[in-house]
């Protein structure tokens, strides 16, 4: 069903739906039943269907709701004045803080990463994350914060598939890092991993 033939009452009730399929996933491990999560919403499985068209598209639709809350979150309060450094900091801190409060996170990235209808929202998400990365390198180097020389997307693509492998292990660990620890270690990397250059070494500009 499309977004925008929803009614008012549509639309609490299509939440309802993803907020008890979210539960679903969280509880039994990423495995589902549609029967279980129509009981959950308490509505009948056929106006499931009419909404998402098949479980697969049910699952699909949180993991898109998933991944539009995670960039709505990390991007907020995106302050331009700032310069890269603390702007890029300040989003390795929301957003190792919203995967570790999401109780989904690890299944979206493990479990559910596995499945079929799944794999075209991670790619449109992928893309954009690496889009961002690399317009937020792009700004690095106009400001002398990042060696010109660098590609800004593969360098994007580059830290964006590394966040997404070390998330995934911590959240996945017996014993997590500590939030504070993870952010710690993936900043240093960022740093590395954009040859950043301190203030007191940018070359001087002229004009």
């Known amino acids: 069903m499309s977004d925008q033939t929803l009614t008012r009452r549509g639309e609490a009730t299509r939440t309802r739906l993803l907020e008890a399929a979210m539960d679903e ?38 993991v898109a709701d998933f991944y539009d809350r995670s960039l709505k979150e990390i991007g907020e309060g995106d302050d331009r004045a700032l310069d890269w450094a603390a702007r890029e900091r300040r989003r390795t801190e929301r957003s190792v803080a919203f995967y570790y409060r999401e109780p989904l996170a690890p299944i979206v990235l493990t479990l559910l990463a596995r499945e079929g209808d799944v794999a075209a929202v991670e790619a449109r998400f992928i893309t954009k994350l690496v889009d961002n990365a690399a317009r937020s390198v792009q700004r690095g180097q106009r400001q002398g914060e990042i060696p010109a020389d660098l590609d800004p997307r593969m360098i994007g693509a580059m830290l964006i598939g590394a966040f997404r492998v070390s998330i995934a292990e ?11 620890a993870l952010t710690e270690e993936m900043w240093h990397f960022v740093v590395a991993g954009v040859r950043f250059i301190p203030e007191d070494e940018r070359p001087a500009t002229t004009g």
Not at 28 to 56: I, P, T
Not at 170 to 180: E, G, K, Y
């Open 25 to 62: 996933l969280v509880e039994r491990d990423g495995a589902l039943e549609v029967a279980s999560v129509a009981a959950r919403a308490d509505v009948s499985v056929g106006l499931l269907y009419r909404y998402f068209g098949s479980k697969a598209g049910l699952v699909a639709a949180v």
């Open 170 to 180: 911590a959240l996945t660990r017996n014993r997590r890092p500590t939030q504070s």
